[in-house]
């Protein structure tokens, strides 16, 4: 009998013991997980690369937060929400800049998506990014002072591989002109080559679609006094009815040196997509540090704060850690 209870008391020893080290080894991979994640803006000069250096920044520097695993990010610049969307879809980067109206085709596997198969419907919405708007640039004593001014003149345009281009197209559409015969049009390849352009004589207008205030704008209107350029509203009322996510906007008065003046514009906002291959706990935690260290973000790059009012139905689902936070914060209902 005491051999039997011997025995009872041996097994119950082990089985306690081994439940124990398996607790602790379980707790020691949580608390030494770490996931090393690329996050892709778009170039070096517009604003979506400004605030995700922040957000690396901040996550970089308060990840782990207790009880998360800890979290590494590195800013790769990219080529545009189109590419990004295509990488995501691909399982490339983990997080990327991407547009509503890109997004909801690439979802639902539509046109050039529909190679990808069920892949896109993998696409999940992180956060909103920033407000983008078509931006129109001429030097101040240069020939383009009006928009009716433009026709006939030295067009810097965006590269119609850029999936922001969409917009400007839409404008030109909306005026009545082809750039290809109304205006001496350059596509250029990058943001910062139509500043270039603009900055060296070599065009006389510009047309950007990006975020602002951006880098890019920023420097070339601090060494050259240059103006905005308004949008009539009605010919941007028109262009904004070619997508579901675009609006007629207005772009506030000093956002750049010596524009005390608002003016029209057509806006969108994009987002940061991931996927589902991004684990709950890891979109969770990224979506706290960047709202709980928010003032810190703000004083690195003002815009990295458009977010909080900019949430809404980007024709995707949100990811279930993101959604899970945004619902806690109260900034999504």
């Given at each position: ?15 306690v013991?081994?439940?124990?080290l398996?607790?602790?080894?379980q ?40 009880g ?37 085709d ?55 591989a ?13 005026t ?30 510009i ?70 291959r ?56």
């Open positions: 009998m005491k051999k039997n209870g011997m025995v009872f008391f041996l097994i119950v020893f082990f089985l013991g081994g439940m124990i398996i607790q602790n080894v707790a020691q991979q949580t608390k030494s997980a770490q996931y090393n994640l690329t996050w892709v803006p778009t170039g070096t000069s517009g604003t979506t690369y400004g605030v995700a250096v922040a957000v690396a920044t901040l996550i970089n520097k308060y990840s782990p937060l207790p998360l695993p800890k979290l590494q990010m590195s800013v790769v610049p990219g080529k545009g929400s189109t590419a990004h969307t295509a990488q995501l879809v691909r399982g490339e980067i983990d997080i990327g800049l991407s547009s509503p109206n890109i997004a909801r690439a979802f639902a596997a539509k046109g050039d998506w529909a190679k990808f198969g069920d892949r896109g419907k993998e696409l999940r919405v992180l956060f909103p990014a920033t407000i983008m708007a078509a931006q129109i640039y001429s030097l101040w004593e240069g020939s383009v002072k009006t928009f009716e001014d433009i026709k006939g003149k030295r067009l810097g345009e965006m590269s119609k850029m999936s922001m281009q969409k917009v400007n197209a839409a404008i030109w559409k909306a009545g002109w082809d750039p290809d015969k109304d205006m001496k049009t350059t596509y250029y390849s990058t943001l910062e080559a139509q500043l270039d352009a603009l900055r060296d004589g070599h065009a006389d207008v047309i950007q679609t990006q975020g602002y205030p951006s880098t890019g704008p920023m420097e070339l209107f601090t060494i050259k006094h240059c103006r905005v350029i308004s949008i009539p509203l009605e010919i941007a009322k028109n262009a904004a009815g070619e997508d579901i996510s675009w609006y007629p906007s207005s772009m506030p008065a000093n956002i750049y040196p010596k524009q005390d003046y608002s003016v029209n514009t057509v806006g969108l906002v994009l987002f940061w997509g991931t996927t589902t991004l684990p709950n706990e890891v979109a969770y935690e990224i979506c706290k540090v960047v709202h709980q260290y928010y003032k810190e973000g703000v004083e690195m790059f003002k815009p990295f704060g458009q977010f909080t009012d900019l949430f809404k139905d980007f024709g995707v689902p949100y990811h279930p850690g993101a959604e899970k936070y945004w619902k806690e914060s109260g900034l999504m209902k």
